[in-house]
């Protein structure tokens, strides 16, 4: 028996469990959100990311977009489980920029994965000031380095964003520009 | 029943263990191991710099003695209290252990402990006792394997082993030590300072910590330990070699410890370290970081008291000057939070965020 196909196989299980469609058109994603898309993904169930959306392309864990639309004040942004010793991170209402992306280092390293931010810049997202980020990822469970884009919001107190992650050869850059395209087609309601 | 003291002093280091025999049960354990430290020596985690890890290993050969060629340590990017000698011999110590560690006898400590294990061979017995599949998945995260059993648990390396080999193992690592020229004192000032990490934690109740089930209780450790020093007085504790030693390193340590998200753990560990060192920079901003990202009420104020000192002690880190300024452009002081956003500019111009710290620069003039 050896550690990292068992590790491997509860992440794989995870993860493939109810696939659905996207189609490609507009879709609400949320209450406040729309996007355009110009070509279809897969829903995943996936109640480890928590109040995120799951969407992939090629199927977790190779690749995912994670999507929280409408996230409150105090809102933890990932799965907790009762009685664990980990750090929850949630998102709180004043956060900049750079504590939401803070927020996201937390939660994306909570196993032990390890991220450098690339780049943080302004940009708008959904129609308002936000912000757009690049990353790095070496994930723990089976040390693949991922590259990582994130774009986000905060619109009425509530945070709006997208992060796309995959590994960094081949597959990120495969599929990154259907998700800028996404980016910029999202529209939030005031 | 013979005394912590008469324990150490009927112990003899055993002569240097062969290889098993493949077929033995001890022997895949082994090759299970050096597969492991394959896989170790290409993780991305694995901490690559010859001269630190030339450093780690010599202290661990002192320890270890003749049995020096068999113990291999490999230095781990974790920021987690944690060490752990597999029954091959592949030692690891992790990142966050060597942050925490105030001089060469405290690591000393550590790996004496560990060391004690494996001159123990108190694997095989674990192994022999693991009869059923989970026991034995349990069993491989003893050793922080490279695989993921081995890594998420907090202290994974370390809870696994029965009270009794680990008072055997504190009893060997004593022992060790002194045969090293090491303080034996500083072996319970390890214990001490991780329960103040601990007892610091929201839950605050050090018993409910997995990393107390098993071991013997802190206050018992330190009381056998103390006593152990005081039968074995003298020794160096080398604190200023350890200093040099990681100092270009401490700085991604304590930026990894930030990281972590465990504010009151970092508090406790960065006031310790403070008291040591009042004048450290470093310590300063991070203790700064991490009242600013915890923002609970007074800890901005506290933030700046820290940015501050360590702007005032000189050779701070460039993030010291965005973390002022952040919390200047939230209280809508312009002037200041402008100034700050320019030094760290001025001293980081290829940071990640300048393009978002370039943005509140133009903002704040308007």
Same mark, same amino acid.
């Given at each position: 028996?050896?550690?990292?196909?068992?590790?491997?196989?509860?992440?794989?299980?995870?993860?493939?469990?109810?696939?659905?469609?996207?189609?490609?058109?507009?879709?609400?994603?949320?209450?406040?959100?729309?996007?355009?898309?110009?070509?279809?993904?897969?829903?995943?169930?996936?109640?480890?990311?928590?109040?995120?959306?799951?969407?992939?392309?090629?199927?977790?864990?190779?690749?995912?977009?994670?999507?929280?639309?409408?996230?409150?004040?105090?809102?933890?942004?990932?799965?907790?489980?009762?009685?664990?010793?980990?750090?929850?991170?949630?998102?709180?209402?004043?956060?900049?920029?750079?504590?939401?992306?803070?927020?996201?280092?937390?939660?994306?390293?909570?196993?032990?994965?390890?991220?450098?931010?690339?780049?943080?810049?302004?940009?708008?997202?959904?129609?308002?000031?936000?912000?757009?980020?690049?990353?790095?990822?070496?994930?723990?469970?089976?040390?693949?380095?991922?590259?990582?884009?994130?774009?986000?919001?905060?619109?009425?107190?509530?945070?709006?964003?997208?992060?796309?992650?995959?590994?960094?050869?081949?597959?990120?850059?495969?599929?990154?520009?259907?998700?800028?395209?996404?980016?910029?087609?999202?529209?939030?309601?005031? | 029943?013979?005394?912590? @003291?008469? &324990? +150490?002093?009927?112990?003899?280091?055993? $002569?240097?263990? !062969?290889?098993?025999?493949? *077929?033995?049960?001890? %022997?895949?354990?082994?090759?299970?191991?050096?597969?492991?430290?394959?896989?170790?020596?290409?993780?991305?985690?694995?901490?690559?710099?010859?001269?630190?890890?030339?450093?780690?290993?010599?202290?661990?050969?002192?320890?270890?003695?003749?049995?020096?060629?068999?113990?291999?340590?490999?230095?781990?990017?974790?920021?987690?209290?944690?060490?752990?000698?597999?029954?091959?011999?592949?030692?690891?110590?992790?990142?966050?252990?060597?942050?925490?560690?105030?001089?060469?006898?405290?690591?000393?400590?550590?790996?004496?402990?560990?060391?004690?294990?494996?001159?123990?061979?108190?694997?095989?017995?674990?192994?022999?006792?693991?009869?059923?599949?989970? @026991?034995? &998945? +349990?069993?491989?995260?003893?050793?922080? $394997?490279?695989? !993921?059993?081995?890594?998420? *648990?907090?202290?994974? %390396?370390?809870?696994?082993?029965?009270?009794?080999?680990?008072?055997?193992?504190?009893?060997?690592?004593?022992?060790?030590?002194?045969?090293?020229?090491?303080?034996?004192?500083?072996?319970?000032?390890?214990?001490?300072?991780?329960?103040?990490?601990?007892?610091?934690?929201?839950?605050?109740?050090?018993?409910?910590?997995?990393?107390?089930?098993?071991?013997?209780?802190?206050?018992?450790?330190?009381?056998?330990?103390?006593?152990?020093?005081?039968?074995?007085?003298?020794?160096?504790?080398?604190?200023?070699?350890?200093?040099?030693?990681?100092?270009?390193?401490?700085?991604?340590?304590?930026?990894?410890?930030?990281?972590?998200?465990?504010?009151?753990?970092?508090?406790?560990?960065?006031?310790?370290?403070? $008291?040591?060192?009042?004048?450290?920079?470093?310590?300063?901003?991070?203790?700064?970081?991490?009242?600013?990202?915890?923002?609970?009420?007074?800890?901005?104020?506290?933030?700046?008291?820290?940015?501050?000192?360590?702007?005032?002690?000189?050779?701070?880190?460039?993030?010291?000057?965005?973390?002022?300024?952040?919390?200047?452009?939230?209280?809508?002081?312009?002037?200041?939070?402008?100034?700050?956003?320019?030094?760290?500019?001025?001293?980081?111009?290829?940071?990640?965020?300048?393009?978002?710290?370039?943005?509140?620069?133009?903002?704040?003039?308007?």
């Amino acid at each position: 028996m050896r550690t990292l196909p068992m590790a491997l196989l509860v992440f794989l299980l995870a993860g493939c469990a109810g696939v659905a469609k996207v189609e490609s058109g507009e879709r609400g994603l949320g209450e406040r959100m729309l996007v355009s898309l110009d070509g279809p993904w897969n829903k995943v169930s996936a109640p480890d990311r928590g109040p995120a959306e799951v969407w992939t392309m090629e199927g977790r864990p190779v690749d995912e977009l994670l999507i929280y639309s409408g996230i409150k004040n105090e809102q933890v942004i990932h799965a907790t489980a009762a009685g664990a010793n980990r750090k929850n991170f949630a998102f709180r209402s004043g956060m900049q920029p750079d504590e939401i992306v803070a927020m996201f280092e937390g939660m994306l390293t909570r196993d032990g994965s390890t991220f450098k931010l690339v780049k943080l810049a302004p940009a708008d997202f959904g129609g308002a000031k936000g912000f757009r980020f690049e990353y790095s990822l070496t994930r723990k469970v089976d040390n693949v380095q991922l590259s990582g884009l994130g774009f986000g919001t905060v619109s009425g107190g509530e945070l709006f964003a997208l992060l796309y992650q995959a590994p960094r050869l081949a597959f990120f850059p495969r599929h990154q520009p259907r998700v800028e395209q996404m980016a910029r087609s999202a529209r939030i309601k005031t | 029943m013979p005394g912590p @003291a008469a &324990a +150490q002093a009927a112990w003899e280091i055993p $002569a240097r263990f !062969a290889r098993p025999e493949a *077929g033995s049960d001890e %022997g895949g354990l082994w090759s299970m191991m050096d597969r492991e430290e394959v896989r170790l020596r290409k993780s991305p985690f694995s901490l690559r710099d010859p001269k630190l890890q030339a450093y780690v290993q010599d202290i661990a050969c002192r320890l270890a003695g003749e049995h020096c060629p068999d113990v291999r340590v490999h230095l781990v990017r974790t920021p987690l209290f944690n060490a752990s000698m597999a029954p091959n011999g592949m030692m690891q110590v992790w990142s966050g252990l060597m942050l925490r560690v105030d001089n060469e006898a405290q690591l000393a400590a550590v790996l004496g402990h560990e060391i004690g294990h494996y001159l123990g061979r108190h694997s095989l017995e674990q192994l022999r006792d693991a009869k059923s599949r989970s @026991a034995f &998945a +349990q069993f491989l995260g003893m050793f922080g $394997a490279v695989g !993921a059993v081995g890594q998420l *648990g907090l202290f994974a %390396g370390m809870f696994a082993y029965t009270r009794d080999h680990e008072r055997a193992a504190d009893s060997i690592g004593a022992s060790l030590m002194r045969k090293a020229g090491y303080q034996v004192a500083e072996a319970a000032k390890v214990w001490e300072n991780l329960l103040l990490e601990i007892k610091a934690r929201p839950d605050g109740d050090a018993s409910r910590n997995p990393f107390f089930a098993t071991h013997p209780p802190a206050e018992e450790r330190q009381r056998v330990l103390a006593q152990l020093a005081q039968e074995s007085p003298g020794g160096v504790g080398n604190e200023e070699q350890w200093r040099e030693g990681v100092k270009p390193f401490m700085r991604e340590w304590l930026r990894n410890e930030v990281k972590r998200g465990q504010h009151e753990e970092s508090v406790a560990l960065l006031d310790r370290k403070i $008291a040591l060192a009042p004048a450290a920079a470093d310590y300063r901003w991070a203790r700064g970081e991490v009242y600013r990202l915890r923002a609970k009420e007074g800890d901005l104020d506290s933030a700046v008291t820290e940015y501050l000192a360590a702007i005032a002690d000189g050779g701070e880190p460039p993030d010291t000057h965005r973390g002022l300024g952040m919390i200047y452009r939230a209280r809508r002081q312009s002037p200041e939070a402008r100034t700050s956003f320019q030094r760290y500019l001025e001293l980081a111009p290829e940071a990640p965020d300048s393009a978002l710290i370039k943005s509140y620069v133009e903002e704040l003039r308007t």
